[in-house]
């Protein structure tokens, strides 16, 4: 199963549209560190997302609004500097694009001289046209993000599945339509019912990368810390946990403790 994986040197927004091309899934997680993206990397991922989520995985923030862009650069160059293979994506933070198109431009030139990252991502589809549009004349790659779009959450008040009406749909695959005009490499579709997923895919030939879309898009794309287990209370139904570590952690750090208590630890074999 990982044959594919070792093909590419690097990976670069070209690489994907070629495996969108030749029917090779693309790979996804999430990364905000040195020390996990290094792993990510060498377990050969293709993109590593420098997610907004840090506001609240590694932030512990209830949304993902109050992350601000030097936090935001300061995660991306922590990944940065970890990867030989990935393409690394850094999330624009809310409030750092949606003023007006100068401004968007400005705050993805601070993430790509700031962080060495490769290329930015940005939510939501024609509102964003011209932002959109001004990154990507000054030479820097851009993914899209569709659907259920955390930053907007206020204005929909929860994170239900989106895109069920027909009207909502059919913008959908407008907007998708869209950003691959306009020039965007690639596109995250965010918890939409499958068959619709699978449709945008059919419907452009840039990638779409899901998360609870469905199998039938180019590839997939999870928080590292939701699928190695460590956010034991998130379990929303698209979640596949490949480890425990909540748990696994929590045994270790209390066998730990035990051992400081009781001076199992350290050994003599552990001291000078
Ligand atoms: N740890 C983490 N994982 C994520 O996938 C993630 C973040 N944080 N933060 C930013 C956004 C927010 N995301 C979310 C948030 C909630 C659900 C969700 O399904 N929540 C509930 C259902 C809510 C509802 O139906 O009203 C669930 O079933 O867990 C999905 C994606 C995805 N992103
Ligand atoms: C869930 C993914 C797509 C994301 O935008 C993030 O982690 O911030
Ligand atoms: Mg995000």
Request: proline share 3%.
């Amino acid at each position: 199963m990982s044959v594919a994986k070792k093909e590419y040197k690097r990976i670069t927004v070209k690489t994907l549209v070629d495996m969108k091309a030749y029917g090779e899934k693309i790979s996804m997680l999430t990364a905000y560190d040195y020390t996990m993206a290094k792993i990510v990397d060498g377990a050969g991922i293709d993109v590593i997302l420098v997610g907004d989520s840090a506001s609240n995985v590694m932030a512990g923030h209830e949304t993902t609004l109050p992350i601000t862009l030097d936090q935001m650069i300061y995660h991306a160059s922590s990944v940065v500097r970890a990867i030989d293979r990935a393409l690394v994506v850094v999330d624009l933070p809310f409030g750092s694009y949606q003023s007006d198109p100068k401004e968007a431009l400005r705050s993805a030139i601070r993430i790509m001289k700031e962080s060495g990252g490769h290329a930015v991502k940005l939510e939501g589809g024609k509102e964003i046209k011209e932002s959109i549009k001004r990154i990507l004349n000054a030479g820097i790659p851009v993914m899209g993000h569709l659907g259920l779009t955390p930053q907007s959450i206020y204005k929909f008040g929860t994170y239900t599945v989106r895109a069920k009406e027909e009207q909502e749909a059919a913008d959908l695959i407008k907007d998708a339509k869209l950003l691959e005009r306009i020039g965007c490499f690639a596109i995250v579709l965010e918890k939409i019912p499958a068959k619709l997923a699978k449709e945008v895919a059919e419907s452009v030939s840039i990638p779409i990368i899901g998360i609870g879309a469905g199998s039938g898009v180019d590839g997939q794309v999870l928080v590292l810390h939701d699928m190695l287990g460590m956010t034991h209370e998130f379990h929303p139904r698209f979640l596949r946990r490949y480890m425990n570590l909540y748990e696994e952690m929590t045994n270790a750090i209390s066998q730990y403790v035990d051992d400081v208590k009781t001076v199992d630890f350290p050994n003599d074999s552990e001291q000078y």
